[in-house]
């Protein structure tokens, strides 16, 4: 039975990648809660895997100076796999709908590369949030704590959507994770996943109208042994 005072269905439909933020600071007292709400994430073994460096005012200002001078630079060798190689047809065509939907938004024509490229590059801004963060996990660590780690983003997104917060995971940091380690002075064992953008939503922005369009339930699932067939999802 769904209980109406925890209206989770509300803060999944609600999240989205924010990508504009009010110039407005965020409360060391809710950085606590979610970073709290973020580690009750299931957890295999309880190793509760990843380390979540934050960042407001003058360091994030430092870092974002100094990420935006990196991020001229050609790309590293990644230090892990985000997409597939070769990415299949039916990927590919999600990645392009979700890509020429978010420009649009932004009122980027195709063929403005560079306008593409500025649109980017406010990834190593974490997008001018008042909050930002890097996210990293024990290189040690077997492949199924990035599972674990899944999760606890997750819970820590959704802790933020219900304080009011927006928020963006920036999986581009990684493609430059040695520069930041060495950039943060981050410990030996620990390797670069990614980013989070927090602040107040701008949602007077259009990119934060921006949404994609997921797939129906029927094209990752199967049901086996319903009666209720037409009832369910």
Do not use: W
């Not at 994430?41 to 895997?49: E, F, H, K, M, V």
């Amino acid at each position: 039975m769904r209980n109406p005072r925890h209206p989770l269905s509300e803060l999944l439909t609600q999240r989205h990648s924010c990508r504009a933020f009010l110039d407005e600071p965020v409360p060391l007292s809710d950085i606590r809660h979610i970073l709290q709400a973020a580690r009750r994430a299931p957890s295999g073994a309880n190793l509760q895997p990843g380390m979540f460096h934050i960042y407001t005012g003058e360091p994030l200002a430092e870092m974002t100076t100094q990420l935006a001078l990196i991020a001229q630079q050609p790309p590293e060798e990644e230090l892990y796999s985000y997409f597939p190689r070769p990415m299949p047809v039916y990927l590919k065509q999600r990645q392009r709908e979700a890509g020429y939907a978010l420009y649009q938004a932004l009122d980027i024509h195709k063929r403005d590369i560079e306008g593409r490229r500025r649109q980017f590059a406010a990834n190593y801004r974490f997008f001018d949030a008042p909050v930002g963060i890097v996210v990293t996990l024990h290189r040690e660590m077997g492949a199924g704590c990035f599972m674990d780690l899944g999760m606890a983003l997750m819970s820590f997104f959704l802790s933020a959507q219900e304080l009011g917060y927006g928020t963006c995971g920036i999986g581009a940091l990684a493609n430059y994770g040695r520069a930041i380690h060495q950039l943060l002075a981050l410990p030996e064992q620990e390797t670069v996943i990614c980013g989070i953008a927090l602040g107040r939503p701008d949602m007077t922005a259009a990119v934060n109208g921006f949404r994609t369009a997921r797939a129906p339930a029927e094209e990752y699932s199967t049901l086996h042994g319903f009666t209720d067939r037409e009832d369910g999802i």
